[in-house]
């Protein structure tokens, strides 16, 4: 019954491909069972659309007359601060940059923030925004300011790389102490006053693929609304050994580098959001198809809520400090439901990340796969796995004395 990812795109050019998106398959797995809905199904669908910090774009904005050296000056979009240590005129501008002097950006209670995710959403959307350089000059490049607007057209490559995106599972957050805190999980209310989670759980990308069976570095996925690729594995990317019996994990493990064009994308999977009291960021869209190649992977990709498990983390104490204490485990079936109970306690709970809006791009990507517009990529070669030994492992600090 072992299928070729050659093979399933043969279907998908003939338009005779069965896709499912990863809602649909657990239905199908329960009537027909493994062994049938394996040889039945090519390919199953997964989505995400949740806060991904560890996201940017880097721009090539072509040669100003007469010519200026960007790198190593000063430039903005909207006054947020880009990265110019690059050459003259490549640029990087992360998810979470603000600016120093901006009111919208005063970090406590009430103030939300205006940073780098949102100017990416700006220039989907079609947007010019104000762009300000300030460099100090070279015989080759003798400009030294400049002011404009510029929008994505304008543009020579606007490329979304991102290096930590779509985690393997995260923790459940809440708050022991008798303050409240707000963290980029969310406000979260003293005496264990609320829970808050980020997964799409059973259409969530990796836990559809708990083993990295078929996603490695070239897969071609639906990035931003667009086409990507998986680039690398992430950073922090620790997959863990401790498993449920579905092999799923049950804390944060693998994490994706993906990469795509920004000029293919939409403002509708790639959003600035701001959190009260912590900062900025970008909230990016990822689908993640998964070729049936085997009964084992259809069975992982069947997996539900209720089989997958996270920790519940004290962002009080537990998580600034670096410690390994939880107060314990909840399914996404029970979060889902909108209450879990920790230390005999009802906890509300609340999810940063939107299961419609996964259920969406799943579809989305279902529907490329049957009209033709997208096939499979066969990984060129594997991200690393929980017997390659990748730790996360925190800073080394060693002072530094006074010379």
């Keep these: 019954m072992p299928k070729t990812i050659a093979e399933i795109n043969e279907k998908i050019s003939k338009g005779q491909a069965v896709v499912v998106n990863a809602e649909e398959v657990i239905d199908i797995v329960k009537k027909k069972g493994v062994a049938k809905a394996a040889q039945e199904i090519d390919v199953v669908t997964t989505g995400t659309f949740g806060p991904m910090c560890s996201s940017g774009a880097y721009f090539n904005v072509g040669h100003t007359k007469p010519k200026m050296k960007m790198g190593g000056g000063k430039a903005t979009l909207n006054d947020i601060?880009?990265?110019?240590?690059?050459?003259?005129?490549?640029?990087?501008?992360?998810?979470?940059?603000?600016?120093?002097?901006?009111?919208?950006?005063?970090?406590?209670?009430?103030?939300?923030?205006?940073?780098?995710?949102?100017?990416?959403?700006?220039?989907?959307?079609?947007k010019d925004v104000?762009?300000?350089?300030?460099?100090?000059?070279?015989?080759?490049?003798?400009?030294?300011?400049?002011?404009?607007?510029?929008?994505?057209?304008?543009?020579?490559?606007?490329?979304?790389?991102?290096?930590?995106?779509?985690y393997q599972n995260y923790n459940i957050a809440v708050n022991a102490s008798d303050k409240m805190i707000h963290t980029y999980m969310g406000t979260l209310k003293p005496n264990l006053g609320n829970a808050n989670y980020c997964?799409?759980?059973?259409?969530?990308?990796?836990?559809?693929?708990?083993?990295y069976k078929t996603v490695g570095i070239g897969t071609k996925i639906f990035l931003g609304g667009g086409i990507g690729y998986v680039a690398?594995?992430?950073?922090?990317?620790?997959?863990?050994?401790?498993?449920?019996?579905?092999?799923?994990?049950?804390?944060?493990?693998?994490?994706?580098?993906?990469?795509?064009?920004?000029?293919?994308?939409?403002?509708?999977?790639?959003?600035g959001t701001s959190f009260v009291g912590y900062g900025c960021t970008a909230?990016?869209?990822?689908?993640?198809?998964?070729?049936?190649?085997?009964?084992?992977?259809?069975?992982?990709?069947?997996?539900?809520?209720?089989?997958?498990?996270?920790?519940?983390?004290?962002?009080?104490?537990?998580?600034p400090n670096f410690k390994p204490d939880i107060l314990g485990?909840?399914?996404?079936?029970?979060?889902?439901?909108?209450?879990?109970e920790?230390?005999?306690?009802?906890?509300?709970?609340?999810?940063?990340?939107?299961?419609?809006?996964?259920?969406?791009i799943s579809n989305t990507l279902k529907d490329w796969i049957l009209?033709?517009?997208?096939?499979l990529t066969d990984p060129v070669a594997p991200i690393a796995g929980a017997e390659d030994g990748v730790t996360f492992k925190p800073l080394n600090e060693r002072p530094i004395k006074d010379a």
């Design 232 to 271: 690398w594995q992430g950073t922090q990317h620790a997959p863990s050994s401790l498993r449920s019996e579905n092999g799923v994990p049950k804390r944060g493990a693998g994490t994706l580098a993906v990469i795509g064009d920004m000029k293919q994308m939409s403002s509708k999977y790639l959003v």
């Design 81 to 126: 601060p880009l990265y110019t240590g690059l050459a003259a005129v490549d640029l990087f501008l992360g998810a979470t940059a603000i600016p120093d002097d901006d009111p919208r950006n005063k970090v406590y209670p009430g103030h939300f923030n205006y940073g780098g995710g949102h100017v990416l959403e700006d220039l989907l959307a079609g």
């Design 342 to 360: 920790v230390g005999g306690k009802e906890l509300p709970t609340a999810s940063l990340s939107s299961y419609s809006k996964a259920l969406e």
């Design 283 to 319: 909230t990016v869209g990822i689908g993640l198809p998964i070729p049936i190649l085997s009964e084992e992977i259809l069975q992982y990709t069947a997996v539900t809520d209720d089989e997958i498990y996270a920790a519940i983390i004290d962002y009080s104490d537990a998580y």
């Design 130 to 166: 104000k762009f300000s350089v300030s460099a100090y000059g070279t015989d080759c490049y003798p400009r030294k300011k400049l002011d404009t607007w510029i929008n994505m057209n304008d543009m020579n490559q606007a490329t979304l790389f991102n290096v930590r995106n779509a």
């Design 371 to 375: 009209k033709g517009d997208f096939t």
């Design 199 to 211: 997964s799409a759980g059973q259409l969530s990308p990796l836990l559809n693929d708990p083993h």
């Design 329 to 340: 485990e909840a399914s996404y079936g029970q979060l889902r439901s909108g209450k879990i």
